[in-house]
């Protein structure tokens, strides 16, 4: 697994499609996805440390795992099939790991709410990383 971090977040709000770009934490490479608006703007939100008076889905997410008494350990986006990416959130619970299924997305915008490190399988990155590869 490579560490990235999240390196550009492009909203268009005229467009049903927007683009965060990850790059590699100690590299040069890096990847654009395509993400919703409203994925976007809860990681530029939670990018910005902007808080709002009730919490949002992915607030809300972040305070179920709290309140479970677990932790986010990791995200990983850990699969690419048909141009699409597929990830997992990583936590911990008394000691046990357990990975849930999610969209690339919701689990970027969940780890810079709770400044988690965000993974990429190295299978993902060869792929996305090739000259011929397209978005």
């Known amino acids: 697994m490579v560490l990235m971090e999240l390196s550009k977040i492009i ?3 005229t467009s049903d499609h927007q683009i965060i770009v990850l790059k590699e934490k100690e590299g040069q490479r890096s990847f654009p996805i395509v993400i ?12 910005k440390g902007i808080t709002t008076p009730r919490p949002l889905t992915h607030d809300l997410i972040g305070n179920v795992i709290e309140g479970l008494s677990a932790g986010i350990i990791k995200i990983i ?3 690419l099939r048909n141009n699409t990416f597929y990830a997992k959130i990583v936590l911990e619970q008394n ?5 849930i299924d999610s969209r690339p997305s ?5 780890a810079m709410l709770k400044n988690t490190p965000i993974f990429v ?12 590869y397209n978005i």
């Open 36 to 47: 919703g608006l409203n994925e976007a703007w809860a990681i530029d939100r939670a990018v």
């Open 77 to 79: 986006i850990n699969d």
């Open 121 to 132: 399988a190295k299978k993902v990155l060869e792929e996305v990383c090739k000259p011929e």
């Open 95 to 99: 000691g046990s790991t357990v990975e």
């Open 106 to 110: 919701d689990a970027i915008a969940v």
């Open 11 to 13: 909203i268009t709000e």
